[in-house]
């Protein structure tokens, strides 16, 4: 779990510097774009700003990272990063086959026109209870940003754009490595927590395969 740091004492004045200025208002952003430097969480494929009255969990699979989940305002925002194609996106297509498998489960999906362009409004059947969601997608340059969006933010339109602002102000970090379309983007854990989580394993005695706990999330659709 992660959250903004508060500094102690009077801050240090930066010395400054002229920053890139990004070609687009807003992103997601490509880490080799400019974009505008905040605080943010560094998971290796994807940094993830970090803000006033934000929680921020890891979804693990086994021992390997596979998304982050921003908890804010009694909202939650799950972000997934996998590749694309060099040349296309795949927003479209995906977006076609979660609505046939959300449809297939019993839950009910419609189209609707968002802040980042077409995305898919769902009502998922969970625990015996059914659920409203938001499914957003982006495609960038090689890679394809999914977010999935639950709770107050679904009525609420305030808490659904301090989520909507995560989503702009994150980077993925896609590499040079090559990848089959759709493969995720490797996540770690920060090196401060790494850190502190090997360190704990030693004391206690116990191995740091699986260090976290899984987060609260909506089932995998694929």
Do not use: Y
């Given at each position: 779990?992660?959250?903004?740091?508060?500094?102690?004492?009077?801050?240090?004045?930066?010395?400054?510097?002229?920053?890139?200025?990004?070609?687009?208002?807003?992103?997601?952003?490509?880490?080799?774009?400019?974009?505008?430097?905040?605080?943010?969480?560094?998971?290796?494929?994807?940094?993830?700003?970090?803000?006033?009255?934000?929680?921020?969990?890891?979804?693990?699979?086994?021992?390997?990272i596979v998304g982050a989940v921003v908890l804010a305002e009694e909202s939650a925002l799950?972000?997934?990063?996998?590749?694309?194609?060099?040349?296309?996106?795949?927003?479209?297509?995906?977006?076609?086959?979660?609505?046939?498998?959300?449809?297939?489960?019993?839950?009910?999906?419609?189209?609707?026109?968002?802040?980042?362009?077409?995305?898919?409004?769902?009502?998922?059947?969970?625990?015996?209870?059914?659920?409203?969601?938001?499914?957003?997608?982006?495609?960038?340059?090689?890679?394809?940003?999914?977010?999935?969006?639950?709770?107050?933010?679904?009525?609420?339109?305030?808490?659904?754009?301090?989520?909507?602002?995560?989503?702009?102000?994150?980077?993925?970090?896609?590499?040079?490595?090559?990848?089959?379309?759709?493969?995720?983007?490797?996540?770690?854990?920060?090196?401060?927590?790494?850190?502190?989580?090997?360190?704990?394993?030693?004391?206690?005695?116990?191995?740091?395969?699986?260090?976290?706990?899984?987060?609260?999330?909506?089932?995998?659709?694929?």
């Amino acid at each position: 779990m992660f959250r903004r740091r508060r500094h102690a004492g009077q801050e240090e004045t930066a010395p400054v510097t002229d920053a890139p200025v990004p070609e687009r208002e807003s992103g997601p952003w490509d880490a080799d774009e400019p974009h505008p430097e905040t605080e943010r969480v560094d998971l290796g494929g994807m940094r993830v700003p970090i803000g006033s009255g934000f929680e921020i969990q890891l979804n693990v699979a086994g021992d390997q990272i596979v998304g982050a989940v921003v908890l804010a305002e009694e909202s939650a925002l799950q972000v997934h990063a996998f590749a694309a194609p060099k040349k296309s996106g795949i927003w479209d297509e995906v977006r076609a086959e979660l609505s046939r498998e959300l449809t297939a489960a019993g839950g009910s999906c419609a189209e609707q026109q968002g802040p980042f362009g077409p995305e898919v409004a769902a009502e998922i059947k969970q625990d015996g209870a059914t659920q409203p969601v938001r499914f957003i997608g982006i495609d960038g340059p090689r890679w394809f940003l999914r977010g999935v969006i639950s709770g107050r933010a679904i009525a609420d339109a305030e808490a659904a754009k301090t989520l909507e602002d995560v989503i702009r102000d994150i980077v993925v970090v896609r590499g040079e490595q090559p990848m089959a379309p759709k493969e995720p983007i490797e996540l770690r854990l920060p090196a401060e927590a790494r850190q502190a989580v090997e360190h704990q394993a030693a004391q206690e005695g116990t191995p740091s395969l699986n260090p976290f706990q899984r987060g609260p999330e909506i089932s995998e659709i694929r």
